[in-house]
């Protein structure tokens, strides 16, 4: 702030003041209402849905304007899917809200494989982790769920979202539930977020998250749906049947090879 607003240093401690015109300047610049910065003390807007996200092991806290706006964006979209879905019949579906953090990974990792139709032998055909992406986000769309893909808010190219904020966010719905995926994330941190997020759809919980496979969190839903995640695109008792036995440096590049489009 201090390049595009030179006097931001004395604004902030008191020695001047902006005028209207540079307050409204600021206000733009910071993807903020005129008004928020008019008031007695700062305004502090919170994210509008359960927040999983950590560094550290600790809470983050100060969303920015980009994740909040990405975030109402989202719900406006759903809302509107939601009256559209019912206007047309649609009926609820089953698998939103069928898993609990108590139960086993694997049994709905494989419940998940199962019902967008994704098996290992779909992985040898894709040419790149693009290609896979773009598999997956149709699977996942062909059984209701919505995704977006996108690394800046709304159409605004100005405004990239920054996945070290944010990786992605889930919003339970039993008839249209949304998936978020931050676009500017590489190619394989999208596809392991989107379906972590699809995990806490089948928890029915809406959800923001960092999603990272190597990640660290201390958060039960986080960890939860990091192995539910992990399980869908690379099963361990695949890679077990797979391993050569030897860790040598020529198998592993086979089973990297192998499993490149879910890492």
């Given at each position: ?11 902030t401690?008191g ?11 600021f ?46 964006m ?40 199962r ?15 693009e ?92 960890l ?5 995640a ?34």
């Open positions: 702030m201090s390049q595009k607003f030179p006097k931001y240093e004395e604004w401690s020695a001047g003041k902006p005028t209207l015109k540079q307050l409204e300047k206000a733009h610049a910071a993807h903020a209402p005129l008004g928020f910065l008019l008031l007695p003390k700062p305004s502090r807007e919170e994210v509008p849905i359960p927040d999983f996200r950590t560094v550290a092991n600790v809470d983050l806290t100060h969303p920015s304007p980009n994740l909040l706006d990405t975030i109402y989202c719900q406006k979209r759903q809302e509107w899917y939601r009256v559209y879905a019912a206007s047309h019949g649609y009926l609820p579906l089953d698998f939103v809200g069928s898993a609990t953090t108590s139960g086993a990974a694997e049994p709905v990792a494989d419940a998940i494989r019902r967008i139709g994704f098996n290992l032998d779909d992985r040898s055909a894709f040419a790149n982790w290609a896979a992406l773009r598999k997956l986000i149709d699977l996942i769309e062909g059984i209701g769920v919505l995704v977006m893909v996108n690394g800046v808010v709304g159409a605004d190219t100005s405004r990239k979202l920054d996945p070290q904020e944010f990786r992605g966010f889930a919003l339970t719905d039993d008839v249209a539930p949304l998936i978020f995926v931050n676009g500017s994330d590489t190619k394989a941190a999208q596809i392991f977020t989107l379906v972590h997020e699809l995990a806490h759809i089948w928890l029915g919980e809406s959800a923001l998250s960092d999603a990272q496979m190597g990640g660290r969190t201390n958060n039960d839903h986080e939860w749906c990091n192995r539910v992990a399980e869908v695109l690379v099963p361990l008792a695949s890679i077990r049947s797979d391993y050569g036995g030897e860790a040598t440096p020529a198998e592993l590049a086979r089973l990297a090879k192998l499993f490149a489009s879910a890492l």
